[in-house]
T-cell receptor, first 107, second 115 residues
């Protein structure tokens, strides 16, 4: 099956810092989604991004489908950004998740 | 509009008992997904439905697991008999579209503990 690798596995930041999370995938996919799992376990969809760049406030994402990777940028991080960030690749409706990046933002 | 609704939010049961998890998708969505999250295996797709029909159940771990979607607004995931290794958080998600390739919206999950 398709492999999804995320890096780094853990990231610790001070409030206000910027960060870049990476997602590599092993095969062509229909699209890619980024999720944030907050400390209470809720999974929130951040981006649906099969290719190109999208921005939503302090977050933006870029997917280069031809090179099989996606990047999630978090600028001016806040403590509420803490949690686990997952990328998931979509092949015919089946999402395959990476193992996630655990982000901790200290005040 | 309400999001995906799951019940119960927490379930503690003893090995051998039957467990039924419930999901109400977002109104108008026609694809529904069941996922399981564990520390060891991460997030895994168990089964997904499109227009109430099971499309792919290859992720269902074994015959003890079954899922149904009797109508567009309700689905169940049943485990019978339950085992300690079934302990996990079970998520239901839904999306628009006929292929399931649209943005998926997740419910709050059901945390299952099998003693």
């Amino acid at each position: 099956g398709i492999q999804v690798e995320q890096s780094p596995p853990d990231l610790i930041l001070q409030e206000g810092a910027n960060s870049t999370l990476r997602c590599n995938f092993s095969d062509s996919v229909n699209n890619l989604q980024w999720f944030h799992q907050n400390p209470w376990g809720q999974l929130i969809n951040l981006f649906y991004i099969p290719s190109g760049t999208k921005q939503n406030g302090r977050l933006s994402a870029t997917t280069v489908a031809t090179e099989r990777y996606s990047l999630l940028y978090i600028s001016s991080s806040q403590t509420t950004d803490s949690g686990v960030y997952f990328c998931a690749v979509d092949l015919y409706g089946k999402l395959t998740f990476g193992q996630g990046t655990i982000l901790t933002v200290h005040p | 509009d309400a999001g995906v609704i799951q019940s119960p939010r927490h379930e503690v049961t003893e090995m051998g008992q039957e467990v039924t998890l419930r999901c109400k998708p977002i109104s108008g969505h026609n694809s529904l997904f069941w996922y399981r999250q564990t520390m060891m295996r991460g997030l895994e797709l168990l089964i997904y439905f499109n227009n109430n029909v099971p499309i792919d159940d290859s992720g269902m771990p074994e015959d003890r697991f079954s899922a149904k979607m009797p109508n567009a607004s309700f689905s169940t995931l049943k485990i019978q008999p339950s085992e300690p290794r079934d302990s996990a958080v079970y998520f239901c998600a839904s999306s628009w579209g006929s292929t399931g390739t649209d943005t998926q919206y997740f419910g709050p999950g059901t945390r299952l503990t099998v003693l």
